[in-house]
């Protein structure tokens, strides 16, 4: 069992830049391949950014490919989303996710979630 709380979160403009954080209870976080996700009202959730248990692996979402970079500190137990360049249409729900094996970008391969932050990009 993981529980994930993410952090960071904001009200930013076009062309600027956030970090979100995301902290895993536990003592496996590094054993966890850990994913970043987003939501919009009435759409589904869409993958972001994932990180292999080592962090020496990531995959990107094309839409974000260049503007952010998804990394981890396995002795804080926490995996970050650095989002630079930020725009208007980046404005959604940021949740992290746990899960195991290789990297993954389907959201119903993660089994554990956070409550998710919310990230507005105003132009």
């Known amino acids: 069992q993981v529980q994930l709380v993410e952090s960071g979160g904001g009200l930013v403009q076009a062309g600027g830049s956030l970090r979100l954080s995301c902290v895993a209870s536990?003592?496996?976080?590094?054993?966890?391949?850990m994913g970043w996700f987003r939501q919009a009202p009435g759409k589904e959730r869409e993958f972001v950014a994932a990180v292999s248990p080592s962090g020496g692996s990531t995959s990107y979402a094309d839409s974000v490919k260049g503007r952010f970079t998804i990394f981890r500190d396995n002795t804080k137990n926490t995996v970050y989303l650095q989002m630079n360049s930020l725009k208007p249409e980046d404005t959604v729900v940021y949740y992290c996710?746990?899960?195991?094996?290789?990297?993954?970008?389907?959201?119903?391969?993660?089994?554990?979630w956070g409550q998710g932050t919310q990230v507005t990009v105003s132009s």
């Open positions: 996710a746990a899960s195991w094996g290789p990297l993954k970008q389907e959201p119903n391969e993660y089994g554990y």
């Open positions: 536990g003592r496996t976080f590094g054993s966890y391949v």
